[in-house]
């Protein structure tokens, strides 16, 4: 590996109670060329494993026996150049997940996701991206609705999107970082900032994440899917 690839290797930390999972997840992001898992924890050290570490991404479970993933991610956020993290969970209706994505979160992955997919989540993540299992996420909000004014109230909110950003808005529910949306679209990344800053004032959320479940909500992405269907 030459100096220039080496300074994109992709470091990770991976926190869960379970030692099968840690090795499970090191072994397979381990055998990507730009990805390195630079350290593994339980929730009692994984603070002071990511700060030493400086990770890019961490994975963190979102229940532990001894620290909670929560009390975790509340403790990440609070460090200077905190590391994107997504959460790992075992159940796609886990009511934690939600709250942990309202804390900052970058997205939530399942214990089960195909191994085959992990890299691609990781790099995801570490592009500024989002992730979020439609099939999982749809089943998350199903299991806890907001109220009908609630979910009436943000598709107002989505209407007031310019037909750009809701194109915008589609591509960042679906992961894509400003540079792949900006490919998607034949946009500079400068100009599909620009569209994510004025899509996140509008939609009265500060991160991609929220924007993303507030468009699952309100149907934008099943009304992309329905058009595109027809």
Known sequence: MGESEAEHVIRVVVVD????????FSLILGAADDIEVVATASGGDAVETIRREQPDVVLLDIRMPDVDGLTVLHQLRMMPNAPVVAML????????????????AAGF?????EPDQL?????????????????????????????????????????????????????VSEGLSNADIGARIHLGAGTVKDHVSAILTKLRVTSRVQAALLAQRAGLLDERKQSQAG
């Open 17 to 24: 109670d379970e030692a099968l999972v840690r090795s499970g």
């Open 89 to 104: 969970t075992t159940f796609d209706t886990d009511e934690y997940v939600l709250t942990a994505l309202h804390s900052g």
């Open 109 to 113: 992955l399942l214990k089960d996701t």
């Open 119 to 171: 890299a691609h989540l990781v790099r995801t993540l570490a592009a500024g991206g989002v992730v979020l299992s439609p099939k999982a996420s749809r089943a998350l909000l199903h299991s806890h609705p907001g109220t009908e004014a609630a979910v009436d109230e943000e598709a107002a909110r989505v209407r007031l999107l310019t037909p750009r950003e809701r194109d915008v808005l589609v591509l």
